[in-house]
């Protein structure tokens, strides 16, 4: 059964902690995105990363942190740097080879600040 | 700022009714893509137009691309109540390494049974 998993589903975070959340995916894709989105609006990279050990700084990364081991992974570490956490964060992954543009989602991880 | 913006931001409709979704860009793209997003869900991938393209369907999507209005539509045609979702355009620009997609606002679809 192939796809995209995030977990947690439901994530709350007391001010000043780090948190993980996580990214996985079997479809032997090569790149992975994460995403933000707050309530009524649209999408915002945060990250993304076409190889494993190698990740590029989307539109909005500061206070964020990511890493790439390995290719199946894709884990985004929210930071006491950053100011407004809470929101929506959405994982992708695409493959880059086969001429498919497009991105497969995962379900989400909904992370509130208390 | 967005590369899209959406209008309407919401609309409501009768099942049976045709809805219609418009996205407006601002720099030239290699392609726009089309989701869907169910209340609280991950996106789903409707459709692909590319710049060269003006026209493609799925099933009940017809989505139609003008490059030099640099806008797009999205119609479904004869919508159900389990059309009700958001709906997001998103392009990649041209000369985009990473194929990043840039997406608009959405607009939330409401399909009254």
């Known amino acids: 059964d192939g796809g995209i998993t995030q977990s947690p589903k439901y994530l709350f975070r007391k001010e000043g902690q780090n948190v993980t959340l996580s990214c996985e995916q079997n479809?032997?894709?090569?790149?992975m995105y994460w995403y933000r989105q707050d309530p009524g609006q649209g999408l915002r990279l945060i990250y993304y990363s076409q190889i494993v050990n190698d990740f590029q700084k989307g539109d909005i990364a500061e206070g964020y942190s990511v890493s790439r081991e390995k290719k199946e992974s894709f884990p985004l570490t929210v930071t006491s740097a950053q100011k407004n956490p809470t929101a929506f964060y959405l994982c992708?992954?695409?493959?880059?080879?086969?001429?498919?543009?497009?991105?497969?989602f995962g379900p989400g991880t909904r992370l509130t600040v208390l | 700022s967005q590369q899209g913006e959406e209008d309407p931001q919401a609309l409501s409709i009768q099942e049976g009714e045709n809805a219609t979704m418009n996205c407006s860009y601002k720099t030239s793209i290699n392609n726009l893509q089309w989701y869907r997003q169910n209340s609280g869900r991950g996106l789903v991938h409707l459709i692909l137009i590319r710049s060269n393209e003006r026209e493609k369907h799925s099933g009940r999507l017809r989505v139609t691309l003008d490059t030099s209005k640099k806008s797009s539509s999205l119609l479904i045609t004869a919508s159900r109540a389990a059309d009700t979702a958001s709906y997001f355009c998103?392009?990649?620009?041209?000369?985009?390494?990473?194929?990043?997609?840039?997406f608009g606002g959405g607009t939330r679809l409401m399909v009254k049974p």
């Open positions: 479809l032997n894709h090569d790149a």
């Open positions: 992708a992954s695409r493959p880059l080879t086969g001429g498919k543009n497009e991105q497969f």
């Open positions: 998103a392009t990649v620009l041209l000369n985009n390494a990473g194929n990043m997609l840039t």
